[in-house]
């Protein structure tokens, strides 16, 4: 019998073995203890049972009596949960009314946002009742596709707290480095505002005097989390520290990034998501450019490392060596 590898798997599933195991015990009528020992989930699950004319040999169960028995195992415990779930509803269903808001699931210290009218709100009661320090990350989708007036009411809220004397520090990719809202922002911003970028970042974060943190909690932006646990908050200021530390400043103009062996500092970040496995619009939106730009720093890299398809660019990436080195 040609064997397949056996691998570990839930309590209620038949792998790959033990499924070609009991195809050959129902054709032969048996199978040595030995060889069942390679799947011991066919006894788990009652295929096989002990022969009673020889200790050595297991012999199956038929199909139909097997599922039978299965079925009939997942019905109780069923049964039982189900019974669980009514004696727990008889003993608190009582107290609700004594619980308020908590006895409807309430996390004291989360508090879910709905739509960017109440989102802006919140953030905009925090900033003014903050004292010391913003900190930001604005990744690429958070400066695309928003209403003028979304910024404008940004740069109105930010303003008043720099002017109060605290200090805002953001993280944005390098791509958003030329971006025109972004010079806009520090050519007029006035007071303790500074910059850095990545090629990669955190989605979008604002912490608050490192006490209040907002959050995405869906991928369209529409939810936030307005968090005010303090281990959470300071577990996200202290990512945003490390990687803060990793950036590089951010100035007025152009700062020209050294190339090595002809590959630029942001090919090198699109080879390392290329080889692993990444597609075109998942590397665009994780360096922050669109799919076309991408598409034409892909296809530099792929002339330079003298690649035809894209198979032999991933080969090539790593035969080069060039993920080998930090730049």
Known sequence: MTRVTHHEHGADELCA??????????????????????????????LLHQAVTDPERLEPVAPALALQ??????????????????????????????GGETALGAEPGIKVLSGLRQINDALTRTVSEARHELLCVQPYKGLIGRPVDVHTESMRRDQVFLTRGGRIR????????????????????VGDVEARTLD?????????????????????????????VPALVTYL??????????????????????????????????????????????IAERLGMNVRTARVHIAKLAATLGSESRAQLGY???RSGILDRED
């Open 170 to 189: 953001t993280l944005y990719q390098h791509t958003r480095r030329h971006n025109p809202l972004v010079i806009i922002r520090y050519e007029q911003l």
């Open 200 to 228: 990669e970042i955190t989605e979008r974060l604002i912490i608050a005097d490192r006490e209040v943190a907002f959050l995405p909690a869906n991928t369209d932006r529409s939810l936030a989390l307005e968090l005010r």
């Open 17 to 46: 073995v033990g499924t070609q195991m009991y195809e050959h015990a129902l054709r032969h009528g048996r199978v040595s203890r030995t060889d069942a020992l390679a799947a011991p989930c066919l006894i788990e699950l009652g």
């Open 316 to 318: 090539l990436i790593a």
């Open 69 to 98: 028995r299965r079925l009939h195992a997942s019905a109780q415990r069923v049964a039982d949960e189900r019974r669980r779930e009514l004696r727990l509803t008889e003993a608190l269903t009582p107290l609700l009314p004594l």
């Open 237 to 282: 200021a202290t990512t945003f520290d490390r990687l803060w530390a990793l950036a590089t400043p951010m100035h007025p103009r152009p700062v020209s990034r050294p190339t090595r062996n002809g590959i630029t500092p942001r090919q090198h970040a699109i080879a390392r998501l290329l080889v692993e496995g990444h597609t075109d619009a998942v």
